[in-house]
């Protein structure tokens, strides 16, 4: 979403008729665009807040009391740098769910209050299991009116989302691979041609072919946060017509922003998809999951978390993502015993292909990898984690789901059942001539602090994750390390495995030469990495 708006009567050219893009004047936000009437802040802590926001938003001339953060051009990021420096200045710790919950100066300036009046750690998650477990409940509309017939020829048409992801575009390669089917891609643009384009350019991104897309690939325009994606009632009931399979991939992934922010595209998208699985005729869904539906303190003593135990539990899920996945299989699963076909396979961290190393470059994994180059140093964390190639996550999913009578109903985990050391991933990176110092957490997170408050947040690969890697004053391990998905819990995956069985779908080992390839996608292995100054 732009963060401004500038209007030109003309633009400027060259003299050979092109846009001169340095004479093109520079943004500045303003407030003409927003409805709410201006009110100056009063109170000294309002003032000192307007002042931050002016200068985090990049020189916008006033701000009222009641405007938005994320209307005028805030984003993740900022809010990071925003609370940091509410941190320096009030002495106090706001989460940034605070500022989702209260994106305005009032309404900061209240939790300032409230948290030193206080004297401790302001919280304002309001959201409640009870809420939880009532989005969880599937409409009794969403019903098939027939039976499900199990079609003795292979699919025709099959339909996927998320194919402009990372793993969406693994999927979408193997399903061309191992199909013969048209397969209907769930994409955001303007018009099929720009849909196709999105598709084969994410498919380049990742080193996959992509040049003859065209002959079997169908582009869908909507949006899956959008109730029927975003089509007309009739193009609805077309497409749910004409497609024989469901492979729902699609989801908005963020570790840091809060459950109401992901509902619209993981739970409501989720209950779309259902839809246009009981429409007309029943389509079997195969649902793309997480393992961090079991971030739930129940689980926690368990010895082994089997793919068939109940997923019973809301309370203690950490984050907005594992609370919409959560959601969204309670309601898979309730659309299963209405007659819809249903798989889960619920996925540990991805990472890059164990032979080209192509990966995402921006999630967790390789931020913390870049972020500790840049700050030259490492937590001493005596954790394995569980860390599986994006190829053999992509392989074991469409075999497994072409498998339907002896899958439908399974859920499956797919893990790399060889955890790895986080210290193996700081001696790979040391080998490559980093120089990186082990040092105790505490002492971690304040150099993260201080880097994330002194340092150019652009550039500084952690900065987005500021909330994900420190608790302020806690003094205690970060959250999301303990995550299912990350950490090597002891997670059974025997259906996983009988269902591969005599394939050769064998989940690579994490070794050194699988790990330069991954450093070598991300730019890694030319050092000097570019490191803060």
Known sequence: MPSSFVMLDALPLTPNCKVDRKA????????????????????????????????????????????????LGGHSLLAAQLLSQVRETFQVELPLLTLF?????????????????????CTLDTLTVKAL??????????????????????????????ASGFLGAFLLHELLEQTHASIYCLVRAKN???????????????????????????????????????????????????????YHNGAFVNLIYPYSALRASNVMGTKEILKLASLVHVKPVHFISTLDVFQSPHYAGMSVILEQDELAHCQGLSDGYAQ?????????????TRGIPACIYRLGTIIGHSQTGAAQTNDFIARLLKGMIQLSSAPNWDLKMSLTPVDYASRAIIHLSRQQNASFGKAFHIVNPQAVPFSQLVHEIRDLGYSIKWTNFDQWQAQLRQAVSSGSYDEFALSPLLFLLTQWGSGNQVSYLDTAALVSQAFDCQNTLAGL????????SIDAKLLRAYFSYLGLTQVPYPILA
């Open 324 to 336: 919409s996945k959560w959601v969204a299989e309670k309601l898979v699963m309730a659309a299963r």
């Open 24 to 71: 093109l004047p520079a943004p500045h936000q303003t407030r003409f665009v927003l409805e709410e009437a201006f009110v100056a802040p009063q109170t000294a802590v309002e003032k000192q807040l307007a002042q931050m926001w002016m200068q985090i938003l990049g020189g916008i001339g006033q701000v009222s009391i009641h405007d938005n953060f994320f209307e």
């Open 133 to 162: 477990e009532a989005d969880a409940v599937l409409e009794a509309t969403i019903y098939p009116k027939a039976p499900f017939i199990d079609a003795v020829e292979e699919p025709q048409r099959i339909f996927l989302t998320g």
């Open 101 to 121: 919950e209260t994106p305005t100066i009032a309404g900061l300036a209240q939790a300032i209050g409230s948290a030193h009046h206080a004297n401790s750690t």
């Open 192 to 246: 099929r041609e720009e849909g196709y384009k999105k598709l084969a350019t994410n498919c380049q991104r990742y080193l996959l072919a992509h040049e003859n897309l065209g002959s079997r690939v169908v582009p869908v325009i909507g949006d899956l946060s959008q109730p029927l994606f975003g089509l007309s009632v009739a193009k609805f009931r077309e497409l749910a017509t004409a497609i024989d399979l469901i």
């Open 501 to 508: 069985a005599g394939t050769g779908i064998v989940c690579p």
